[in-house]
């Protein structure tokens, strides 16, 4: 059963830095068709953070280009999501999610409040 586990939230200032962390199991992240991150703020849609498609090219939301960087630790089996510069706009929660060629599959969800 392929189960996914974020850490790494909390509550942070605008302007600072964090960095989230995605456990998989059940599969393996190197061998993902595509593996990411996506948001959800209150009262609005799940949206695309970033993404790694296909072993290595990644996709980022224009907004956060140059303040986030998505990787993968193979030998963890986990996907990282380094943020800075947060706004209190990207107050979220923050969705890890991978597709394995044949499922989607997503993890709980850690919130990430950004105070002014």
């Known amino acids: 059963q392929v189960q996914l586990v974020e850490s790494g939230g909390g509550l942070v200032q605008a302007g600072g830095s964090l960095t989230l962390s995605c456990a998989v199991s059940g599969t393996t992240t190197s061998s993902s068709k595509r593996i990411g991150w996506y948001r959800q703020a209150p009262g609005k849609q799940r949206e695309l953070v970033a993404t790694i498609i296909s072993g290595s090219s990644t996709n980022y939301k224009d907004s956060v280009k140059g303040r986030f960087t998505i990787s993968r630790d193979n030998t963890k089996n986990t996907v990282d999501l380094q943020m800075s510069s947060l706004k209190p706009e990207e107050t979220a929660v923050y969705y890890c999610?991978?597709?394995?060629?044949?499922?989607?599959?997503w993890g709980q969800g850690t919130q990430v409040p950004v105070s002014s």
């Open positions: 999610t991978i597709y394995t060629g044949l499922q989607n599959y």
